[in-house]
């Protein structure tokens, strides 16, 4: 009599992928509206744009009261308020412990960050449509009540703006990838450019360094429909320095630090 000899059945479970980029995107932009301070930040990008409209219906003149002048208009206070949003969404994993829930869930924490970037580049751009939206009502108002109500605009002027928001999100962001906490992000974002502002205006030595490493000047010119070759190049610098290079050594700390 024989036996034949059969193997046990493999008890190995086949790798089950895990979400996909876009699924994670769409997870941290809903994130971004979950929290109370989410959600108070976004309210108020939309209601100062649009409150800017209003006070230049009450107090521009009425010839300079054309849709180039509210869009431009409503870009440098939303792009002051779109790095803290960058902050939060970087942050607010550490701020409110649930870093471990979401890196078990995706192990791969490097997805995670990306997913985090991608969905604060979309809300800026989202706030350039807002800016446009609140630019279109208001040239419309001003052509009602006697205003110029000029319609002309330079659609490179949208393009330079984008970049103009999209550049402070990521800059928010990388402060808060560098420290990974929310009070600290802020604070340094707020006072680590101005104090080298300040210090590029008063020290001889440092007014050409400046003119590359400033943001608040090399930026200046992405608010006007024409940015030359070298205006450009400066902007890269200075994005290369206050951006590129937190966001990597941030991402390196992200993925080397212990969540407990």
Not at 22 to 32: F, I
Not at 38 to 61: K, M, P
Not at 181 to 187: F, G, M
Not at 223 to 236: I, N
Request: avoid cysteine; proline fraction near 5%; charged fraction near 10%.
């Amino acid at each position: 009599m024989t036996t034949t000899a059969t193997a046990p059945a493999s008890t190995v479970r086949p790798a089950v992928p895990g979400p996909s980029l876009a699924r994670l995107t769409g997870v941290e932009l809903r994130k971004l509206a979950d929290t109370r301070a989410g959600r108070w930040l976004l309210a108020t990008i939309g209601l100062i744009a649009a409150a800017i409209v209003v006070l230049q219906l009450r107090f521009v003149d009425d010839a300079e009261q054309t849709f180039t002048q509210f869009f431009t208009a409503s870009l440098l206070p939303v792009g002051l308020l779109l790095p803290v949003l960058g902050i939060l969404s970087i942050t607010a994993e550490w701020s409110q412990r649930t870093a471990l829930s979401t890196f078990v869930l995706v192990p791969r924490r490097d997805r995670v960050v990306l997913a985090k970037l991608a969905a604060v580049v979309l809300a800026a751009l989202a706030s350039v449509l807002v800016s446009l939206a609140v630019a279109a009502v208001g040239t419309l108002l001003s052509r009602a009540t006697g205003g110029a109500g000029d319609w002309n605009f330079g659609w490179a002027l949208a393009g330079h703006a984008a970049v103009f928001q999209v550049a402070n999100v990521l800059l928010g962001a990388a402060f808060g990838l560098l420290l990974l906490n929310t009070p600290l992000a802020i604070v340094t974002y707020l006072l680590l450019p101005m104090v080298w502002g300040i210090l590029g205006a008063m020290i001889e030595a440092l007014r050409g360094t400046a003119r590359w490493l400033d943001t608040s000047i090399t930026m200046e010119p992405l608010l006007g429909p024409e940015v030359t070759a070298g205006q450009w190049a400066r902007l890269g610098v200075s994005l290369l320095a206050w951006v590129a290079a937190p966001l990597a050594a941030g991402l390196v700390r992200t993925l080397r630090r212990e969540v407990s």
